[in-house]
């Protein structure tokens, strides 16, 4: 037996069921774009660690950051003793992310940690205390997120979930444009968002509205240009908290530090994590100044969260990040995919879409070309070819039809092609039905 095989029937004994286990694959190290696994094969990686791992696999600035300063200082809680790493982190992200003339950030242990502490946030500025999310969208799976996030598959048997939450229909241009041009589109949209407020959610208890730019998990679909700018003057009319989850958009995966860049909106809340620690455990909430202090001290924060030696990495990941120009690579490496999924579109008609911001950049397979007969089917045997071919790919959105590149953004362009080459090839095959 393989020591791959051994080590999953080592996990099976002692591992609960509930944790996901997508392949039977292993790894022992890893570099930018490739995994190694305990027998010693490489595997291409274009998932990863799910949009974590865009400076690449173990870089070594973060690894001597971590290094120096668990000799230090691992632990002392930031509530007990204020610390260099944490707080200069919190001035790097300002100025990388802000939020208009002044801005100020919490440190968290997680993307749902972020959003957990966001709601609160918006809650206490506002004193209102109902949120207003979209279907597709996913925010975590702590209790308050899992009542924001769309999948029911993730939710099964785990409720009552957190109260006042109440969702909409996300504006999926591709699934949903009726032939309208986009601009129509977004026009309609917001007439349902305001139509909402008298039927689904009182605007007057409106805390919040959270959306993603680019849908993660619901399957890369990005709100219209339009319909944001008009989300920010709604929130701005009403008195609501706007809040943008960068959690998976974050840190160049979209070729800038923050997808929010790309429309020119600002929220007055954001949050972040996946990428900011080049896999360390760690995220934020980044928000106007005046909108983040409404939390009474006590309300956010935690033991744990702004970890020392998690800060130390960030900061170092961030820096080295800068040094390599992280959103130049990320849009050389989305112009190989964008033309690559476009040429196999051309080839394959059971590619219905071809979608994304940057290199965060996905294709959707449907059944005669259209968008509401979603082809799972195909897309489950796609995955299961490619890791056949020691490469692994991630699916996504609400009927797992969709198939999502998240690659570290530094992987060598020999392996980007070599993976991109696989899946075209596994593709064809398999809607020939070969």
Same mark, same amino acid.
């Given at each position: ?7 999953? &029937? ?12 997508? +392949? ?31 400076? $690449? ?10 290094? &120096? ?21 919190? &001035? ?10 002044? *801005? ?10 972020? /959003? ?19 279907? $597709? ?11 924001? *996030? ?16 109440? %969702?909409?229909?996300?504006?999926? +241009?591709?699934? +949903?444009?009726?032939?309208? *041009? ?7 949209? =917001? ?9 689904? /959610? ?51 995966? *979209? ?6 860049? !790309? ?17 360390? @455990? ?7 100044? !005046? ?5 009474? @001290? ?41 033309? %690559?999924?476009? #040429? ?12 994304? =911001? ?5 294709? &959707?397979?449907?059944?005669? !070309?259209?968008? %509401?007969? @979603? ?11 490619? +890791? #056949? %071919? ?8 609400? !009927? ?24 075209? #090839? ?9």
């Amino acid at each position: 037996m393989k020591k791959s095989e051994l080590l999953i &029937e080592r996990r099976k004994k002692v591992v609960a069921n509930g944790i996901s286990m997508f +392949y039977n694959s292993t790894v022992e190290t890893a570099k930018d774009g490739v995994l190694y696994n305990v027998d010693g094969e490489e595997v291409i990686d274009f998932v990863g660690g799910i949009g974590v791992i865009n400076s $690449g696999h173990c870089p070594q600035p973060v690894i001597d950051a971590i290094v &120096e300063q668990s000799q230090k200082l691992i632990h002392s809680c930031f509530q007990i003793a204020t610390y260099e790493p944490y707080v200069a982190l919190a &001035e790097k992200l300002t100025e990388l992310l802000p939020h208009g003339d002044n *801005t100020k950030v919490m440190i968290t242990g997680s993307g749902a940690e972020s /959003v957990e502490n966001a709601i609160k946030i918006a809650r206490q500025a506002t004193k209102r205390r109902s949120v207003l999310c979209f279907t $597709g969208a996913f925010h975590g799976r702590t209790n308050m997120t899992m009542a924001l *996030t769309s999948k029911i598959a993730y939710k099964k048997g785990c409720g009552p979930f957190a109260p006042e939450i109440y %969702r909409i229909q996300y504006p999926n +241009y591709y699934r +949903y444009g009726d032939g309208l *041009t986009p601009d129509q589109f977004a026009d309609r949209e =917001i007439a349902r968002l305001r139509e909402a407020m008298l039927n689904v /959610v009182n605007e007057e208890n409106l805390a919040a509205i959270i959306i993603e730019l680019v849908q993660g998990e619901g399957g890369f679909y990005v709100a219209p240009q339009r319909y944001v700018e008009e989300l920010r003057a709604l929130c701005d009319e009403k008195g609501i908290c706007l809040i943008f989850d960068e959690v998976q958009t974050g840190f160049g995966r *979209t070729g800038k530090w923050g997808a929010y860049q !790309h429309y020119g909106v600002t929220p007055d809340l954001s949050t972040w994590a996946k990428s900011m620690g080049a896999g360390m @455990p760690i995220g934020c909430v980044i928000g106007k100044a !005046h909108v983040m202090d409404m939390a009474a @001290p006590g309300t956010i924060g935690g033991t744990y969260p702004g970890n020392p030696v998690a800060c130390a990495a960030a900061l170092a990941n961030i820096k080295y990040m800068e040094e390599i120009d992280i959103n130049a690579i990320s849009n050389q490496v989305a112009e190989v995919c964008w033309n %690559r999924f476009n #040429e196999m579109k051309r080839k394959c008609s059971a590619i219905g879409d071809v979608r994304g =911001i940057g290199a965060m950049i996905a294709f &959707e397979l449907v059944h005669d !070309h259209n968008p %509401r007969k @979603p082809n799972a089917e195909l897309t489950e045997k796609l995955i299961r070819a490619c +890791y #056949e %071919r020691n490469l692994i790919i991630l699916k996504a959105g609400t !009927h797992s039809n969709i198939i999502r590149i998240l690659s570290p953004l530094t992987i060598s362009m020999e392996k980007l092609n070599k993976g991109l080459d696989i899946i075209e #090839e596994e593709l064809l095959r398999l809607s020939a039905g070969r």
